[in-house]
Nanobody, 125 residues
Framework: QVQLVESGGGMVRAGGSLRLSCAAS????????IGWFRQPPGKEREFVAL????????DYADSVKGRFTISRDKAKNTVYLDMDSLKPDDTAVYYC??????????????????WGQGTQVTVSS
């Protein structure tokens, strides 16, 4: 049973940066894809980025390409989301998640069954 805990959210001005962390317990990420999703206020949850734990391959939503970077630290069993050049539209609750099928390279919400509790990111203009 994978347990995920996000941290690092907060309030920042437009143009600023934040680093989100996703720590796993109860299991390791081996052979897994780890995704970041976000849910803006009043909107549906959407894909942000994913990373392959073993090979390190990544994928990003078009809206964050060039501004966000996903990475992992195997020694700490932690995945990071570095967010730069933040915009008010990035305001959301950010979640990390793991798909039900190990190695499932998917940006679809429905593929992910393990979720953290979320961390709030607020970007002011």
């Amino acid at each position: 049973q994978v347990q995920l805990v996000e941290s690092g959210g907060g309030m920042v001005r437009a143009g600023g940066s934040l680093r989100l962390s996703c720590a796993a317990s109860g299991a390791t990420f081996i052979n897994d894809i780890i995704g970041w999703f976000r849910q803006p206020p009043g909107k549906e949850r959407e894909f942000v980025a994913l990373v392959a734990w073993n090979g390190g391959g990544t994928d990003y939503a078009d809206s964050v390409k060039g501004r966000f970077t996903i990475s992992r630290d195997k020694a700490k069993n932690t995945v990071y989301l570095d967010m730069d050049s933040l915009k008010p539209d990035d305001t959301a609750v950010y979640y990390c998640a793991v798909p039900g099928s190990p190695g499932s390279w998917s940006t679809r919400l429905s593929e992910y069954i393990y979720w953290g509790q979320g961390t709030q990111v607020t970007v002011s203009s």
